[in-house]
């Protein structure tokens, strides 16, 4: 709690450690498990990573958290800088494994392991430490759609509120795809929420990917545009016509694209919905103010604006914990919004909307 707020983190990451891949996945699959330096059979899993951003980045986490980056991302650590940070309870997204889920070139069976490995490991070992602060966001594996239910399964039945998604095509398969859909039913039935998490430099295809080789240009591309046609494709392709009661947030990549992209979305559908009229029932705004979030950045311009545009139930806050481009001072920064926002638009940005999309009691 801070300043009388109490507050939900509703992205927040954990640094996997290397060996636990190889401790937790299935024997079967132990030569794909990653090495110390997160190689698989001496091919690195990420793409256009130059030597400067790996150790620029190192230097600013080391920088932002001393404690945590020295003891490795503990759990223990993890709760202490939340408890520095004012955080009560942070859902936990993966930092490896946003590249590792993401390889599109490996076979569809081996990316299961990961999942599962990664799923187990978070339960048993990571968020076990402190259930009541440490929610578990499960993996899940796009690449085998005959898989994805019964891993959503297995983590609801763990208690687990929540899985996350790339939004980037798989395997030729955006998230629309026809193939998904018992997913998109099994998550409304569970009440599981679905974060849509993108991950530069992953070897999926990625907008600018084809390009641009610099970080300021790959990273400025993915998160937002990569969520836009996220949106576009659970709009487009009838999943949120088709499941009114699934919640789906759109997570790091600001809220400013949010106005812009449903109002050129709205003024399409305006001119052509004859073309999409089976599977798109109403205005894409309409779809986004009845399922949707997307997290805010507090350093956004006209946020005030943009939060009147988008609706004050539909933004939520995330920390981006403890990656290169998280800023330690984020939630006093997200508190100061009160200055140019009600106290109660504050709250609902903090603890009742993320409480709401997570499904807490």
């Keep these: 709690m801070l300043n009388g707020y109490k507050i939900i983190d509703a992205d927040s990451h954990v640094i996997e450690p290397p060996q636990m891949w190889a401790k937790y996945i299935d024997p079967k699959f132990k030569d794909f498990a990653p090495s110390l330096d997160m190689k698989i059979k001496g091919e690195l899993i990420t793409e256009k990573v130059s030597q400067q951003v790996e150790k620029e980045g190192n230097k600013q986490m080391m920088q932002a958290h001393p404690h945590a980056y020295l003891s490795r991302y503990s759990p223990e650590s993890q709760v202490e800088e939340m408890v520095k940070m004012g955080v009560d309870i942070a859902f936990i997204y993966p930092t490896y494994g946003l590249w590792l889920f993401a390889i599109d070139s490996l076979p569809p069976e ?11 490991w978070l339960y048993e070992e990571f968020c076990s430490y402190d259930p009541a602060r440490l929610k578990g966001v499960g993996a899940i594996n796009l690449h085998d759609p005959e898989t994805m239910v019964k891993e959503l399964e297995r983590i609801a039945n763990w ?15 955006i998230l629309s795809d026809p193939s998904y ?9 569970l009440d599981i ?8 430099h992953s070897r999926l295809p990625t907008t600018g990917a084809d390009r641009f080789n610099s970080r300021f240009a790959l990273h400025a591309c993915s998160h937002p545009m990569e969520q836009m046609m996220a949106l576009l494709a659970l709009i487009e392709g009838g999943v949120l016509e088709r499941h009114p009661q699934l919640r789906v947030g759109f997570l790091e990549s600001g809220c400013g694209w949010v106005p812009y992209w449903l109002w050129r979305l709205d003024e399409e559908y305006k001119n052509l919905r004859w073309e999409v009229t089976n599977y798109v029932k109403i205005f894409p705004t309409e779809y986004f103010q009845r399922q ?23 933004v939520i806050f995330g920390s981006d914990y403890p990656h290169m481009d998280h800023q330690p001072d984020i939630v006093k920064k997200t508190l100061a ?7 109660e638009t504050v709250q609902k940005i903090v603890w009742d909307n993320p409480r709401r999309f997570y499904g807490l009691n």
């Design 110 to 120: 081996v990316i299961d392991a990961f999942t599962h490995a990664y799923n187990t």
């Design 159 to 173: 208690g687990w509120k929540a899985v996350f998604l790339r939004p980037n095509p798989v395997k030729g398969r």
């Design 181 to 189: 859909e018992s997913f998109w039913s099994a998550c409304e039935a």
């Design 292 to 314: 949707c979030f997307v997290s805010i950045e507090p350093s956004e311009p006209y946020l005030a604006q943009l939060i009147e545009f988008i609706g004050t139930d539909h």
């Design 337 to 343: 919004l009160e200055s140019q926002l009600p106290q």
């Design 193 to 200: 929420a679905v974060g849509i998490h993108e991950g530069t």
